[in-house]
């Protein structure tokens, strides 16, 4: 699947350093941080490449001694990321993913954190994070659950007659370029772009590049509902994940 247009988020960064904040936003903080923390589990002596950064929002969850780079298209969040850490561990980088790109460490752990379905090279990008592992090192990708919640063709429905909150999904195994915009509603919003793969793809990304799946890992949400239809939503949150973990390792 090939497409030529702008994957950078430079066009929509002032809108997603609003909704990510200094911490992140709630699934960061809630979800995807503490299980990511749980998983990577990161020592002093290790080091840690983030690839499509944003505004360094993990750099602020890690251990402060470990070292970290991150990389990110968009010059503007690579500016944010400097302007809100003072860590001389941590380095930011302005750097297009999908190409080839040199850094002075190798190492222990690359992620991934929702941003591998906004690019239009996910191949590329794992061949980078695995060009920049030390052997034995595992690259650890936190997508958007790929078979639950596709833009445009999936959504949370009702049967009313049993009293369940299901999942549609309109369509998932071919690939999709999806238009994704900032602020529905409003005129001349800025655009950016979703890249659906089935999980079998996604898969064959990194077999192809020689690296293994180690384990993969579904979250849900830990919100709760109010109100009379909480029983229903909060089973449907509980059954359908939000967000898939792909571990994987390079090996000699």
Known sequence: MTDKRDTSWQKVGKWYGKVVGEEGHYYHQ??????????????????????????????????????????????????????RDNNNHHHFVVADITKPFTLPE???????????????????????????????????????????????????????????QYRRIGAYLKPKV????????????????SYHYPISSLVEFVHDNRMVVVSMEEWVSDKKSTGIKAAMEDTAREEIPLFMMIECQKIP
Not at 138 to 160: C, E, G, K, T
Request: proline share 5%; with cysteine.
């Open 30 to 83: 809630h979800v995807i941080f503490p299980n990511l923390l749980r998983l990577i589990k990161l020592n002093k002596s290790q080091k840690l490449l983030d690839l499509a950064c944003g505004q360094g929002v993990l750099a602020r969850a890690i251990p402060p001694e470990v070292t970290y780079y991150g990389l990110d298209a968009a010059a503007q969040l690579i500016n944010e990321a400097k302007s």
């Open 178 to 193: 999806i238009g994704i915009t900032a602020h529905p509603g409003k005129a001349n919003s800025e655009e950016t772009v």
């Open 106 to 164: 190798q190492f222990d752990v690359v992620t991934i954190i929702l941003a591998l379905q906004n690019t239009a090279h996910p191949f590329k990008v794992i061949a980078n994070a695995k060009n920049n592992l030390k052997v034995g090192g595992r690259l650890i990708m936190v997508l958007n659950h790929p078979a639950f919640r596709i833009p445009q063709y999936s959504n949370w429905q009702v049967d009313a007659e049993k009293q369940v």
